[in-house]
């Protein structure tokens, strides 16, 4: 016995409930189609210490889509969930809960430190995963993977050590982005760049022989105390002079060359640049270029060390206001000006990140990029929207190489062990207990691995590399991968290059990219610290998973930043709403249930009934090429339109008029109606999964799932031609019947002549659906007098008399011209003065021009309607 449907949709009733019953079936299980083609995703995986957020929820949202469809055209669809270990972050909220205990990491040492680190995941470490279930997220739960799990550690050791043993992997002094808060290196996604609202020093560098000096700007004096050169240009002529002599350093008197290296920008400050090769990474190129020291005047805390003579101890930020304070006293400064510049900031503790030469691990990333650029070059890997291929060349061709240790102790610990006794590196596979020169003095690398190193093979390590498991060679190449632009670079850019070197293939054939989630009314970037972020988890609270998930598909246009309001979402439960209303009406009044879950056409559908089996046929054929071209909003809002103005909008009011005593019509329409909506809720299903299961469940046999039915192959009908004509014809007459506020219980008398003969039922439908009473005639002379409606070789002709008052009606359309005529001009005048197009802004410009084609519309349809009063 199926419940009777609630008077209106639930989200949060219906949502709590089907996701058990989908997993507990084994529906997000490939398994579920065993001779299913594959087809598979991997999840960009979340941080360990992550909750959702509106991105990860748009995100997953179109991966849901894709895998949701995939698995109902009958694919072995596998959509793998996982986590990131999350170095930086996890170890940074440990170490927060030990502060409130009075302790650090070095109070516990390093296992007990891990040790902790594992309880904590154990008991908060599944928070995004709760939520991910609470979102919909049909991922295999049973496959679910994480960075540092034993497999996946393993296929890091065995990455790292090939890497090692080609020559690919090295140890270095480099320029690195080091927070002094966190103490570890950060890679290029770690790092927040903000404007900061600086200043521009011009310092006086005097030559040693006493003939002048060299002016060089720099926005950080108390790096001077590193320098090791002034570089020119060589083809700046106003230095030609210059090159080769020697200059004292201020403050210090350390001499120091002028040289000449053409990576010193000409525009910049005075075209001389001060070169701290231990500070700055352009520095340290020119300073490798022409042999220059490395003097590190900054430490791991950002204080100045011993090199920085008097200044040495004092806070980075200190030592520059005092170096400032002494080259003024000398009077070596030659004008300070506002200078901004952008900063960079460790994305954690938001601290000002600080270039720092360190001794770190790297990867060569040049003999790795080939493959990836050829592979996008030649279209075997694809990113969708396209125009982001240019991007990841410029990236790829641009690369320095990878630093890929971290200073930290929750990670992939890096697999090199010292020799005490004769200083060997020792990289391998097995732990060592003894160095070739016979020592058992071995000291492990105190460093961890970057974690978007281990990112870089998710989509072959979670598979089960390096060993030959079945599942990496059923699902591997993935199919598809999905994710934002804003890691391209720093995950996208890896796996390729991973992936080709490690498995000779691509990782994805297509990329799909989506754009940020940004504030509507701003267009900032959704973040907590701007104040303008939406808790999707609250959002779910309020108005469904379903409703975010509409919102943000309905505004994610490819490739672009994806607009979300509260008004969005609180819309997209209005179509909830109006969905379960509909269905509803279609279940409980208009007695449609047990729809067979495929098939169920009716064999002779009557004309109506073949029109809207002809358009679902149609929408069916566009959705599917929209989302095989992954158009995820544009696929959607064309189905939407289908739904709300055609099935449940014509075709419903058309069945109503079709009674019970024409038992044949009346079946073929049952029939027609349940599985039109069963094949719509099919197709809404991977964008709002939970009404559409709920909703199946009362029009459908009561016990199949929607989830893993077959996706809808509507039958090809032909329409009746005269369908076009009867919806055109219609709406003038309901359009004539509001204009002239004319009730629906007023019989309204209409002449009809057309080409071909109409057949009745065309005239039963224009009857039922207006009110009017349509008969065949000749065109009526004069044509002054009547309202015309032309449509497809029909023209319909309503006289006035005796349903509209001539005098009165006259005066009334006379004076709303006037006032549409005065609202032109005025308009117009607007957008015709320059000042209002250049200084206003661009949208209200665009608001001016819109309103001023609807009022312009409106006076074309009254002038009609003044011309047919005769």
């Known amino acids: 016995?199926?419940?009777?449907?609630?008077?209106?949709?639930?989200?949060?009733?219906?949502?709590?409930?089907?996701?058990?019953?989908?997993?507990?079936?084994?529906?997000?299980?490939?398994?579920?189609?065993?001779?299913?083609?594959?087809?598979?995703?991997?999840?960009?995986?979340?941080?360990?210490?992550?909750?959702?957020?509106?991105?990860?929820?748009?995100?997953?949202?179109?991966?849901?889509?894709?895998?949701?469809?995939?698995?109902?055209?009958?694919?072995?669809?596998?959509?793998?969930?996982?986590?990131?270990?999350?170095?930086?972050?996890?170890?940074?909220?440990?170490?927060?809960?030990?502060?409130?205990?009075?302790?650090?990491?070095?109070?516990?040492?390093?296992?007990?430190?891990?040790?902790?680190?594992?309880?904590?995941?154990?008991?908060?470490?599944?928070?995004?995963?709760?939520?991910?279930?609470?979102?919909?997220?049909?991922?295999?739960?049973?496959?679910?993977?994480?960075?540092?799990?034993?497999?996946?550690?393993?296929?890091?050791?065995?990455?790292?050590?090939?890497?090692?043993?080609?020559?690919?992997?090295?140890?270095?002094?480099?320029?690195?982005?080091?927070c002094p808060r966190c103490h570890t290196a950060l890679s290029e996604i770690e790092v927040e760049h903000e404007e900061d609202p600086g200043e521009l020093t011009y310092v006086?560098?005097?030559?040693?022989?006493?003939?002048?000096?060299?002016?060089?700007?720099?926005?950080?004096?108390?790096?001077?105390?590193?320098?090791?050169?002034?570089?020119?240009?060589?083809d700046d002529e106003r230095y030609s002079d210059a090159i080769g002599k020697t200059i004292l350093l201020p403050i210090l008197g350390r001499e120091i060359p002028v040289i000449a290296d053409e990576g010193v920008e000409h525009e910049f400050g005075t075209g001389a640049v001060k070169v701290t090769p231990a500070h700055d990474p352009l520095d340290f190129e020119i300073g490798l270029r022409h042999g220059l020291e490395q003097i590190i005047v900054i430490d791991t805390e950002a204080n100045i060390t011993q090199a920085g003579g008097p200044y040495a101890g004092m806070d980075r930020f200190e030592a520059r206001e005092a170096v400032r304070s002494?080259?003024?006293?000398?009077?070596?400064?030659?004008?300070?000006?506002?200078?901004?510049?952008?900063?960079?900031?460790?994305s954690r503790c938001h601290t000002v990140v600080e270039p720092l030469l360190s001794l770190q691990w790297f990867v060569k990333v040049q003999p790795l990029v080939g493959p990836a650029i050829d592979a996008v070059r030649n279209g075997d890997t694809t990113f969708y929207p396209r125009r982001w291929e240019n991007n990841f060349?410029?990236?790829?061709?641009?690369?320095?190489?990878?630093?890929?240790?971290?200073?930290?102790?929750?990670?992939?610990?890096?697999?090199?062990?010292?020799?005490?006794?004769?200083?060997?590196?020792?990289?391998?596979?097995?732990?060592?207990?003894?160095?070739?020169?016979?020592?058992?003095?071995?000291?492990?690398?105190?460093?961890?691995?970057?974690?978007?190193?281990?990112?870089?093979?998710?989509?072959?390590?979670?598979?089960?590399?390096?060993?030959?498991?079945?599942?990496?060679?059923?699902?591997?190449?993935?199919?598809?991968?999905?994710?934002?632009?804003?890691?391209?670079?720093?995950?996208?850019?890896?796996?390729?290059?991973?992936?080709?070197?490690?498995?000779?293939?691509?990782?994805?054939?297509?990329?799909?990219?989506?754009?940020?989630?940004?504030?509507?009314?701003?267009?900032?970037?959704?973040?907590?610290?701007?104040?303008?972020?939406?808790d999707p988890l609250e959002l779910i609270d309020e108005y469904g998973a379903d409703s975010l998930r509409l919102a943000l598909i309905q505004a994610?246009?490819?490739?672009?930043?994806?607009?979300?309001s509260v008004d969005a979402i609180d819309a997209a439960r209005r179509f909830g709403n109006k969905l379960w209303n509909a269905v509803r009406f279609v279940v409980e009044f208009m007695d449609v249930t047990d729809v067979p879950v495929d098939g169920g056409y009716p064999e002779s559908p009557g004309p109506e009934d073949a029109w809207i089996l002809s358009r679902l046929s149609v929408v069916s054929s566009e959705v599917d090429r929209l989302l095989d071209d992954y158009r995820l909003s544009d696929a959607y809002a064309a189905l939407y339109s289908f739904a709300w103005s055609e099935l449940f909008d014509w075709y419903l009011e058309m069945v109503k008029s079709i009674g019970d005593t024409d038992s044949d019509r009346h079946s073929a329409m049952r029939q027609t109606l349940g599985a039109a909506t069963r094949d719509v809720l099919k197709l809404f299903h991977p964008v709002i999964p939970f009404i559409t299961e709920e909703l199946w469940s009362h029009l459908g046999d009561g016990s199949s799932l929607i989830i893993t039915s077959r996706w809808p192959e509507p039958?090809?009908?032909?329409?009746?031609?005269?369908?076009?004509?009867?919806?055109?014809?219609?709406?003038?007459?309901?359009?004539?019947?509001?204009?002239?506020?004319?009730?629906?219980?007023?019989?309204?008398?209409?002449?009809?002549?057309?080409?071909?003969?109409?057949?009745?039922?065309?005239?039963?439908?224009?009857?039922?659906?207006?009110?009017a009473t349509p008969r065949p005639g000749g065109r009526p002379e004069p044509v002054a007098g009547h309202t015309r409606i032309s449509a497809d070789g029909v023209e319909a002709f309503i006289p006035l008399a005796g349903l509209v008052d001539v005098e009165a009606e006259r005066p009334r359309i006379e004076k709303a011209i006037a006032e549409h005529e005065a609202v032109i001009m005025k308009s117009k005048g607007k957008l015709d003065n320059p000042n209002f197009r250049d200084r206003a802004p661009r949208e209200v410009v665009a608001q001016e021009e819109r309103r001023l084609a609807v009022v312009e519309s409106e006076i074309q349809e009254l002038q009609i309607q003044l011309a047919e009063l005769g």
């Open 393 to 534: 060349f410029h990236w790829m061709e641009n690369l320095h190489d990878w630093c890929v240790s971290r200073q930290l102790w929750w990670g992939h610990r890096i697999p090199a062990w010292y020799c005490e006794a004769c200083g060997a590196t020792i990289v391998s596979m097995d732990d060592p207990t003894e160095c070739a020169c016979g020592s058992t003095e071995l000291r492990q690398d105190e460093d961890v691995l970057d974690t978007w190193f281990s990112s870089a093979l998710w989509p072959f390590s979670t598979l089960g590399w390096p060993k030959e498991t079945d599942d990496l060679a059923k699902y591997y190449p993935t199919s598809v991968l999905v994710t934002g632009y804003d890691i391209i670079f720093f995950w996208v850019a890896r796996m390729m290059k991973m992936g080709f070197h490690f498995t000779n293939s691509a990782p994805f054939p297509d990329i799909l990219i989506h754009g940020m989630v940004r504030d509507v009314e701003t267009g900032l970037k959704m973040s907590k610290s701007k104040g303008n972020a939406l």
């Open 1 to 178: 016995m199926k419940a009777v449907m609630n008077p209106t949709y639930q989200p949060e009733e219906v949502e709590a409930r089907w996701y058990s019953v989908w997993e507990e079936s084994g529906a997000f299980r490939p398994e579920v189609n065993p001779d299913g083609e594959p087809f598979s995703i991997v999840i960009p995986p979340p941080n360990v210490t992550g909750v959702l957020h509106t991105g990860h929820a748009l995100d997953h949202a179109m991966q849901d889509i894709l895998i949701r469809r995939k698995r109902m055209q009958g694919y072995a669809a596998l959509w793998l969930p996982g986590m990131d270990h999350a170095g930086i972050a996890t170890q940074n909220v440990v170490e927060g809960e030990l502060r409130k205990e009075g302790l650090t990491r070095h109070d516990l040492g390093r296992e007990a430190f891990v040790e902790r680190v594992w309880e904590w995941k154990a008991t908060s470490g599944d928070t995004i995963s709760k939520q991910m279930r609470k979102l919909g997220d049909s991922t295999d739960w049973s496959r679910e993977r994480f960075t540092f799990d034993e497999g996946l550690s393993a296929a890091v050791r065995r990455v790292f050590v090939t890497l090692y043993d080609e020559g690919l992997m090295y140890r270095a002094n480099r320029i690195i982005n080091w």
């Open 715 to 771: 039958r090809s009908v032909e329409a009746p031609q005269e369908m076009e004509s009867l919806r055109s014809v219609v709406s003038g007459i309901r359009q004539f019947r509001s204009q002239h506020h004319i009730p629906r219980k007023v019989e309204i008398p209409v002449i009809l002549t057309s080409a071909e003969e109409l057949p009745p039922w065309w005239y039963n439908q224009v009857a039922s659906l207006t009110g």
């Open 326 to 346: 002494k080259l003024r006293e000398l009077e070596l400064i030659d004008k300070v000006e506002e200078h901004s510049h952008s900063v960079g900031h460790c």
């Open 204 to 234: 006086k560098y005097p030559f040693k022989d006493g003939s002048g000096h060299i002016t060089v700007a720099t926005t950080r004096p108390e790096t001077m105390l590193g320098d090791t050169a002034v570089a020119v240009h060589p």
């Open 556 to 564: 994610a246009a490819p490739g672009h930043d994806i607009p979300l």
